[in-house]
């Protein structure tokens, strides 16, 4: 993106628009609001006036008559000296903390498996038809032909790398009647190098798995590999970016 | 038992702040004294922050893509202005973190979050999340492996609470799915957490009466010019640019605000979580605990109160306020007493024109008194301060009073020879016509005033109070017949009782030949 | 005003009422006190009495002139620093009157006390308070 017409689009309708807009605010509303009434502003000089003058005046009798030895700020070349070096040191600690100690976050010998995914379970009963009886016990506008249960099934999934498991964990649906989706958010460091990547999903009761994706992949340095799942869309997805040699 | 474990913790802190505060004295002088302007200083780099920010962002591109390059451009190609800019935007806020714990220390060491400050104490907690969230989002903004860490981190943290209906995180899972909309999410929360911050540090003063929000001027120059040598020296930079397919190996992070994101790998996000929101619950109830005893507020006595409103211009709470009478004497108004936010300081006795010690029919009353050390017991005192002079000093030796405050140095140790002590809440409670009363006939050879250090009075006003009041500047007046020479003025810190004590030594020399002068011209 | 053994007393006038209750109020207790003072002076000299009188007459007028200097600077009168300054200056007068008092010299101050006190104060009624009772707004 064209950076120098970025800036112009912004600042050209500010430079016109601003003082307008300024204007119009002021005339109409602000003036009233900060405009102070004469007398106060005449009271408030001469309350500044009459607090520098007895700071001045304080300085002056220091050390003597009931003036106790009060000091105005240091403004002598040798204080504004150790008040550089104050700074200095101050400086040097914002600086310094401000992007050090380094912090070494994941293993560059390592890549990442981030395991995300929602998928919701299928419904526990199937819907069934009410029969008449049952219908007329209901009130007139509660009678629906049909009959569904909202609950599902939890969603069990087994994530395994190079047949060793590395998750095996069941996820409850969400929400206070059970009927929304399971997910799962997770992430697993593995070593780089050639792996196979096996991944089974199983979203109702019976024996099995209704969604098995196996993969191989090579794994390089800080490679982000995402795993998520779309069941319209056949099952599980394994992203594998692609990293230039450089980055690797 | 709580509240000697409280002591036992305030008390180091408070020692170590005394000590930097006397020392920073010397180069800064007690007016630019920046451990004295610690709250002052936290908004003024709050400004620098908001108008350097405004700058970078008018340059900021708000696109996923376009963010990276057009904070790289600026901060190279525009390094003069842009990249400056830039530098003194990060370390700008990372100054106003150091000042805010800094102050929220040193209030906590010296007692000053209880009883009637409890307001600005618990106002003052939700700041310490404000100014982070501030810092976090903005750093998310740069977009490059840094921002991608903590956005990731900050957004699984958040995941743990379950309250978004799906994972946030997920929005950082592979490169495409981060998209611009989510990103503006993110620009948006820059902009509207700092400002939610600035109305939050308007609430945290709005009940501090004459509360200063800018610093002196000197030190306001001297921190400006700090900041900007060192956006000069040492530029801010940027990591390489975010990958979502990438994780970042080697990070440099802001631990200014970024300490607790290392913590979140060790530890889980439900440790955080724990810590954090009970740390903030503990520092949010900790004004009740332990229960404070208070000293109880003065009560006004109408038969002595004509409504002058002394005590209402004097006092720094504002917890006196002036209302129509009810008593059915012939004055406008009343002294009313608001005992939610008084501290019994006494400032408000000492500035009371009935507050006068000279003896009446029956016992000394004032229009407004503390029940905790009423005018007729400080009457008591000082003229116990005298007696005891009477009995003590060798030959020729001045008798003086020294008269301290609670707060500053400990005055009692210096009783004995000569010298009696008197000390009060606020040494703003002393009405100037005690010393009226004590350098007239022979009751005392001098007075010598003291409190705590020059610019930090514990109850805010009282230094300056009795100041004006001395030089005659505000009611009640010293009066023009009391002899200057013989009244002496110190102030000093609690751990300056050397000074203190050297001061006092010198006084009563002078004293002595003062007296022998005098003698010698009577003769 | 006739013997100048006995100090006379002040009488109310219609002259010294201000108009505003409070100050009238304050004025009338000011001179009952002094008046009993005045008696006192003539019956009972000598004694912890006086001094006592005087310190309750000296706190009354601390305070009613505290009121009076607050209602002139609310009403923004210019002639404010000349009257305090005034003030000052009688409460200073009052403070060395009680000095000699409590140190004994009581027959330096007798014949002259009373009259002081009773010819300040009327002095001060008729120049500074007519001023400013009498024109509220401006400094002439």
């Known amino acids: 993106m064209d950076t120098s017409a970025n800036v112009y689009f912004f600042i050209v309708p500010v430079v016109v628009f601003g003082p307008l807009f300024l204007w119009i605010f002021y005339t109409f509303g602000i003036k009233e609001l900060i405009k102070i009434p004469e007398e106060m502003r005449r009271k408030r000089r001469r309350d500044v006036q009459a607090a520098a003058d007895f700071q001045a005046e304080r300085l002056r009798k220091r050390g003597t008559e009931a003036v106790g030895l009060v000091r105005g700020p240091n403004t002598t070349a040798f204080g504004f000296f150790m008040q550089g070096l104050t700074f200095l040191w101050f400086a040097t600690l914002i600086g310094f903390f401000a992007s050090s100690p380094p912090y070494l976050y994941a293993d560059p010998g390592a890549g990442l498996i981030k395991l995300s995914l929602s998928h919701a379970g299928q419904r526990r009963l199937s819907c069934s038809k009410k029969s008449a009886a049952e219908l007329a016990k209901l009130e007139p506008n509660m009678r629906a032909r049909q009959s569904c249960p909202r609950e599902r ?96 | 038992m709580t509240l000697i474990m409280l002591n036992a913790i305030q008390y180091p802190i408070r020692r170590l702040f005394e000590g930097l505060e006397v020392g920073f004295d010397g180069p800064f002088g007690p007016v630019w004294n920046p451990l004295r302007q610690l709250g002052t200083l936290a908004f003024f780099f709050f400004w620098v922050a908001a108008v350097s920010g405004i700058y970078v962002f008018i ?28 530098s003194l935007h990060r370390y700008s806020s990372d100054a106003m973190v150091i000042c805010m714990g800094l102050h929220g220390l040193r209030e906590f060491s010296r007692d000053r979050y209880r009883g009637a400050r409890w307001f600005t104490w618990f106002t003052g907690i939700p700041l310490i999340w404000l100014l982070l969230i501030s810092g976090i989002s903005g750093y998310w903004l740069v977009w490059d492996e840094l921002a991608q860490y903590v956005a990731i ?13 799906h994972s ?31 109305f939050a540090m308007w609430i945290h003063i709005l009940r501090v009466n004459r509360a200063k929000s800018n610093p002196p001027r000197g030190l306001a120059i001297g921190s400006f010019i700090m900041l900007l040598a060192l956006s000069i020296a040492y530029p801010a930079v940027s990591h390489p640019p975010a990958d979502l397919g990438r994780v970042p190996s080697t990070l440099y992070p802001d631990w200014f605000f970024m300490a607790l ?56 709470y504002s917890a006196i306020t002036m209302q129509p009478r009810t008593d059915g004497r012939p004055f406008e108004q009343e002294a009313v007493v608001n005992s939610d936010l008084c501290t019994a300081c006494g400032i408000c006795v000492g500035a009371c024109p009935m507050s006068t010690p000279f003896r009446r029919e029956g016992e000394l009353q004032t229009g407004i008194d503390l029940p905790s050390l009423s005018l007729n017991t400080l009457y008591k005192k000082i003229n116990q301060g005298i007696e005891l002079t009477k009995n003590t000093p060798p030959e020729g030796q001045a008798r003086l009073l020294l008269i301290g405050c609670d707060h500053g140095t400990d005055v009692n140790g210096f009783a004995g020879s000569g010298v009696g002590t008197v000390s009060l809440p606020c040494i703003g409670m002393l009405p100037p016509s005690f010393l009226d009363y004590l350098l007239s006939g022979d009751r005392m050879d001098g ?69 022998a002068t005098d003698s010698r011209e009577a003769k | ?110 014949e002259t006390i009373g009259h002081r006190i009773s010819h300040w104060f009327i002095h001060h009624f008729s120049t500074h308070d007519a001023r400013w009772h009498c024109r509220p707004m401006d400094g002439q």
Request: proline share 5%; net charge negative; glycine share 6%.
């Open chain 1, 153 to 248: 099934w939890p969603v069990y999934i087994e994530l395994e790398l190079d047949n060793h498991k590395l998750f095996a964990r069941s996820a409850k649906p969400a929400g206070l009647s059970r009927d929304g989706p399971s997910s799962f958010y997770q992430k697993f460091s593995v070593a780089t190098g050639k792996h196979r990547l096996t991944l089974r999903l199983r979203d109702t009761d019976t024996s099995g798995f209704g969604f098995v994706t196996t993969r191989d992949l090579e794994i390089l340095s800080g490679q982000v590999i995402a795993v998520q799942f779309n069941a319209a869309k056949g099952g599980f997805r394994v992203s594998v970016p692609t990293l230039n040699e450089e980055q690797s």
């Open chain 2, 153 to 165: 981190n900050s957004m699984e943290w958040l995941d743990w609470l379950g309250i978004f209906g």
């Open chain 2, 261 to 316: 994101y290392p913590l979140f790998d060790a530890a889980g996000a439900g440790t955080l979580w724990a810590l954090v929101m009970g740390g903030s619950l503990l520092l949010c109830v900790l004004p009740w605990l332990p229960p404070l005893r208070r000293n109880p507020a003065p009560e006004v006595y109408l038969e002595q109160c004509n409504g002058c409103t002394r005590c209402f211009e004097d006092c720094p």
């Open chain 2, 59 to 86: 340059f900021f591109d708000t696109s996923v893509s376009g963010a990276y390059p057009s904070i790289e451009q600026l901060t190279h190609q525009q390094w003069f202005a842009g990249g400056i800019m830039r």
């Open chain 3, 1 to 110: 005003m006739n013997d100048p053994q006995e100090p006379a007393h002040i009488q109310w006038r219609k002259a010294f009422e201000t108009g505003d209750p409070a100050i009238d109020h304050e004025h009338r207790e000011m001179i009952s006190r002094i008046n009993g003072f005045l008696i006192s002076l003539n019956t009972e000299p000598e004694t912890d009495l006086l001094v006592h009188q005087l310190g309750d007459i000296y706190a009354l007028i601390t305070a009613h002139f505290a009121l009076e200097e607050k209602h002139m600077r609310d009403q923004g009168y210019k002639a404010y620093a000349v009257h305090k300054q005034d003030h000052e200056k009688l409460l200073d007068d009052l403070r060395d009157l009680m000095d000699d008092l409590e140190q004994a010299a009581f027959t330096k101050i007798r």
């Open chain 2, 168 to 198: 946030v995180a997920e929005n950082f899972l592979t490169r495409g799915s981060l998209d611009d909309r989510f990103f503006s999410l993110l620009v948006f929360m820059h902009i509207f957490a700092p400002l939610f911050l600035l």
């Open chain 2, 447 to 515: 007075v010598m005033l003291t409190g705590c250090a020059q610019c930090d009075c514990h109850h805010r006003l009282g230094i300056e109070w009795t100041e004006q009041r001395l030089a005659g500047m505000r009611d009640p007046y010293l009066r023009k017949r009391v002899p200057r020479n013989r009244l002496h003025v110190h102030w000093a810190a609690a751990n300056q009782g050397s000074a203190l004590g050297h001061q006092l030594k010198t006084f009563q020399n002078r004293l002595q030949d003062l007296a």
